[in-house]
């Protein structure tokens, strides 16, 4: 079904559930403009020359209404792109290992295409879909959602091992909105305040198109409490693979602790993945503070700082995890930090930099937002990767002889209007 012919029934049906009551509309415009150059050696200088540069724009409409126990909402995305990154990804195979590369999200996975590109040609490309489409019934103690929503789980600050579900890139700027999966969502609360949560994703293999068990996750987290500690138990089948999780909150002198240890059991083996961060916040120098530093292991990364293109190819766990966009680091020991800065209650600084500890190398970013209005936002970054030829964030090799995946510094800036 088309997007625009999806919404529309699903508006229609929200008056009629809202009982003559008003629909809830509301969304956002985003305007980004992104430079990102590359070295003389990367293998990316073909495709994209010396820098790709590119303009976008993307409306978002939310619609949602509520009668009694039932609700339903829907988000229409339009994109609308322009630059050196449209198409130019397809010309280099071996970017499938990095889906981040895409200029838009799709819908080959999902199990309904709400994706449609209306118009793409040379430079420029106009995409619309719907990222959420979901009806839900919901009591004091239970919640029944299924359709289009996004899911998060784990304690991962930058890394989130236990999130099965579509995790975030550690480097992306804009996270206001995560990309929505088509599942079947419940939670059950207890009287003791501990809650059972349940999802089942469905997916389709991306070359056949069939709706296949081993492309579905399917799992169930327990979260509770125990004195001023938080805890939770996850069981999950994922792409065929037996996934259990522990994690945990607390706090210790002001600061906020938290941490997961995932186990994945594929075929004989068990892959460990560990994530360990703390949080302080404080006054310095009249503003206001917050810092984080994480910790994480991922058992999936490659031994011994091999992290040539064949190398990672043929790590058949990890490419796989690449591809599907459940994975974004080749290495297994990864640290990461940043501050947030409120130099004015409308302006904030956040300095942050993910370092691969193997090589090393590393990626500092420098992000700035700034409060326009009530309804208007500025968010803008610096992104500088560090390393030499080889390394993670430096450039792995292509397999092209003196040709590197690289990418230089680049930029990024956003303006923001809500409605």
Known sequence: MRP????????????????????????????????????????????????????????????????????????????????????????????????????????????????????????????????????????DRLVIRAGRQALSWGNGLFYAPMDLVNPFDPATIDTEFKTGDDMLYLQYLRGSGDDVQAAIVFRRDPVSGDVRADERTAAVKYHGFAGDREFDLLVADSYGKTVVGLGGVTSAGGAVLRGDLVLTAVGGDTYVEAVANASYSWTWGGRNVSGSVEYYFNGFGQHGGDYGLPSVAANTELSQRLVRGESYTLGRHYLAGSLLVEVTPLFTVTPTLLFSVSEPSALFQLVTQVSLADNKTLLGSLNLPLGPNGSEFGGIESGVPGSYLSSGPGVFAQFAWYF
Do not use: C, M
Not at 18 to 40: M, N, S, W, Y
């Open 4 to 139: 625009e012919a999806a919404l529309l029934l699903v508006l229609a049906g929200g008056v009629a559930l809202a009982d003559g009551g008003p629909v809830e509309i509301g969304g956002h415009t985003k305007f980004r403009l992104t430079d990102q150059t590359f070295p003389d050696d990367s293998l990316l200088r073909e495709p994209y020359g010396a820098n790709a540069l590119d303009l976008g724009g993307e409306f978002r409409l939310s619609a949602s209404a509520k009668q009694g126990p039932w609700s339903f909402a829907a988000d229409y995305q339009l994109f609308a792109l322009h630059g050196d990154s449209v198409g130019a990804a397809a010309s280099v195979p071996a970017l499938s290992l990095f889906p981040g590369y895409a200029p838009y999200p799709d819908d080959d996975r999902r199990l309904f295409d709400f994706t449609h590109v209306i118009h793409e040609a040379g430079d420029t490309a106009v995409v619309q879909r719907l990222d959420r489409l979901w009806a839900a019934y919901t009591t």
